[in-house]
């Protein structure tokens, strides 16, 4: 889920920007500190804006640099168990598919993918599931929940479970099928119970 934080922070401004625009150095100060990277409490901060400068510059003996108490927004991105995302197959393992989740990227284990087995098609660099005829493999649009998540100091570090087996998730083209087939049902379902008023209004025409 996406946020917008306000925080709070002190930062150093060294001595070789005392010259330029106070704001604009705090604001490149801030975004090489924060910006693409993950904070346990924060999450992964996506974009720092509107700084505030907050108390006046204040020099410790033996430094050069100046030190400001700073307000800025963060916008931010946090995953949670059992959020729902329409993400993208990144790439295609042996042992699952890693998908996109807005900013982040997770694991989508084959066990995870359906209830029916998947396995590694290594010619055809996707997942397939012999049963029902179906495949993932890179490139493809999948609903998906998460269903374990791990925040570390870097993207890399950071582990996100991905499931597909509760109803109604899946690769998009597997649920848009699903709504075709059932639509045809539910018509013909219709047409059914129609008939048995057609044949009683005939019979009434007959009577007469």
């Known amino acids: 889920m996406y946020y917008l934080k306000v925080i709070e922070d002190k930062i150093r401004v060294p001595p070789n920007l005392f010259g330029s625009n106070i704001e604009d150095a705090v604001l ?23 700084p505030e400068i907050l108390t006046e510059g204040i020099v410790i ?49 084959v066990s995870q993918i359906s209830r029916d087995k998947f396995f590694y098609d290594k010619k055809a660099k996707s997942l397939i599931s012999r049963e029902e005829k179906k495949s993932i493999k890179k490139g493809d649009h999948i609903l998906l929940k998460v269903s374990t998540v791990s925040l570390k100091a870097t993207t890399a570090e950071t582990k996100i479970g991905l499931t597909m087996r509760p109803d109604g998730l899946g690769k998009i083209e597997w649920l848009e099928e699903k709504e075709k087939r059932a639509k045809k049902l539910e018509e013909k379902r219709t047409e059914k119970e129609a008939k048995p008023e057609k044949k009683e209004a005939g019979k009434k025409e007959e009577k007469k």
Do not use: C, M
């Open 61 to 109: 003996p033996g430094d050069s640099g100046a030190y400001y108490r700073i307000s800025f927004e963060a916008l931010t991105f946090t995953p949670q168990v059992n959020e729902v995302f329409e993400g993208e197959v990144k790439e295609i393992v042996e042992f699952g598919a890693f998908a996109s989740i807005g900013p982040l990227q997770g694991l989508l284990h």
């Open 28 to 50: 490149n100060i801030l975004r090489e500190k924060f910006e693409r990277r993950i904070f346990k409490e924060l999450g992964l901060i996506l974009v720092i804006d509107n």
